[in-house]
């Protein structure tokens, strides 16, 4: 996640994320540093109105369902396909956990749109209003982008890629004579 504080990238507050990693993650003992611990979530609206769209729609009760609609709301503000800004491998991984913890919105995307789109439109749709001025999604202007292709290689994956080649770089340089 690039920039800022990771509590406030992942949607939740210090002490939430602190307790995510204690629950799923409790054999890396990773501690979060106390000014990590100390963040509290400025959500906007938008984020709200997404996680709650999810909260209202999951299937799985607990902490986790709510942890992941906070995360799922947060890193659909930012530029790029959800699942990229999730750090998922790909699109499919980002259906089968909508589809495991939001199994009733999820089953909703059946013309497999893009996540954010849809989930903006069943926020209009739930107010009432019409994203597109057009009878059908086949005649609209925007069909690329609501259900266009979304493949590709994660952001994760080509940045793990890159180290991985400065350090094969920087060791085939070290063992060059000067």
């Avoid at 209009?124 to 290689?153: I, K, R």
Wanted: hydrophobic letters at 40%; a negative charge; proline letters at 3%.
């Amino acid at each position: 996640m690039d920039g800022g504080a990771l509590p406030e990238k992942a949607g939740l507050s210090g002490d939430e994320l602190a307790a995510l990693l204690a629950q799923h993650f409790s054999s890396l003992e990773i501690g979060l540093p106390d000014e990590l611990l100390r963040y509290k979530c400025d959500e906007n609206e938008e984020i709200a109105m997404v996680r709650d769209l999810l909260l209202k729609h999951r299937s799985t009760e607990g902490n986790l369902g709510r942890w992941l609609a906070a995360m799922v709301a947060r890193r659909a503000i930012e530029p790029d396909h959800l699942w990229e800004d999730l750090g998922l491998r790909n699109r499919g991984e980002l259906s089968r956990l909508l589809s495991r913890h939001y199994a009733p919105l999820a089953a909703r995307n059946v013309n497999n749109m893009r996540w954010k789109r849809f989930f903006y439109r069943m926020l209009c749709e739930d107010e009432g209003l019409a994203m597109c001025t057009t009878p059908v999604c086949t005649q609209c202007n925007d069909f690329n982008l609501c259900f266009g292709e979304e493949s590709g290689e994660s952001r994760m994956a080509e940045r793990r890629r890159d180290l991985l080649l400065l350090a094969a770089r920087q060791e085939v340089a070290a063992d060059w004579p000067i």
